[in-house]
């Protein structure tokens, strides 16, 4: 099972970048399949976890998504390395975008699988062992702001993460939680997200003033949901378990102006 998966995933990730490795990660019920997108040369280097959203890190036909491919070949080339962490694949998962009771919850599971990850990464000798960011997309950018929360301080022994970026994350339940950062967060998100409205992000990292460590936000104009994938005119999908106006239907795509600025943002933020 173990070798198929691999093979199936290696496929995928040599139509999309010649750098990219798979691996296994984690043990347990944290033994996770990842794919690495590193830099030319030895290192060491800094580098961020990849969370994916509640679709997962694959597409139907077995590539990575191009959002994720693209992140990682644009991060790599600039010094970063990034490991992206596939949460379902490996649990019998497909997409979550419908499921309404998760088996793999972004406030528990996925927590666990950036904890397995990043002592992966420290464990490797290519890698900055005090330079681990976490790096999220929807579902995946909440799981990030769970696994930095203070009371989840690590006790391994080996340094925290760094820093979080965490894209158009759901800050619902967070904000109910009186969420705060003990690592310097950035939250990117539109504010014509209507999926996961920007406005709760907003309302949360004002509650943390004062309790938090370094905590911003950037809401981005006329931006939807997945503003940062390439190429992605604005569509309208639906059969979400959860949407603003409670109806499973929201728009996704590109903002060319958010991708930008992102993107910039984003390699100055992991390079700090």
Not at 5 to 33: H, K, N, Q, W
Request: glycine letters at 10%; one cysteine or more.
């Amino acid at each position: 099972m173990r070798c198929a998966l691999a093979t199936f995933i290696l496929v995928a990730v040599a139509t999309s970048a010649a750098a990219a490795e798979v691996l296994d990660v984690g043990e347990g019920d944290t033994a996770l399949s990842a794919v690495l997108y590193r830099p030319a040369g030895a290192g060491p280097f800094p580098v961020a976890v990849g969370l994916h959203d509640c679709a997962g890190m694959l597409s139907t036909n077995g590539q990575i998504l191009r959002r994720f491919a693209d992140w990682g070949e644009r991060l790599s080339k600039q010094g970063i390395a990034v490991l992206f962490v596939d949460s379902f694949t490996r649990r019998g998962l497909g997409s979550q975008c419908g499921v309404r009771e998760r088996k793999v919850r972004s406030f528990r599971e996925r927590v666990a699988d950036a904890y397995a990850a990043r002592r992966w990464l420290q464990n490797q000798g290519w890698a900055v062992k005090n330079r681990v960011s976490l790096l999220g997309w929807s579902n995946g950018a909440a799981g990030s702001l769970w696994a930095v929360r203070p009371r989840l301080m690590p006790r391994d022994g080996m340094p925290d993460f760094r820093s979080v970026v965490a894209f158009y994350p759901s800050c619902r339940r967070l904000s109910a939680a009186a969420w705060s950062a003990r690592v310097p967060t950035l939250i990117l998100t539109g504010r014509a997200d209507d999926w996961t409205p920007a406005a709760t992000c907003e309302q949360m990292v004002a509650g943390a003033k004062g309790r938090s460590a370094q905590a911003s936000i950037i809401v981005y104009p006329g931006a939807y949901h997945e503003f940062d994938r390439p190429d992605y005119p604005v569509r309208m999908i639906t059969g979400l378990a959860n949407s603003a106006d409670g109806t499973g239907r929201a728009h996704v795509g590109t903002n060319p102006a958010a991708r930008s600025d992102a993107i910039s943002r984003v390699t100055e933020w992991l390079r700090r």
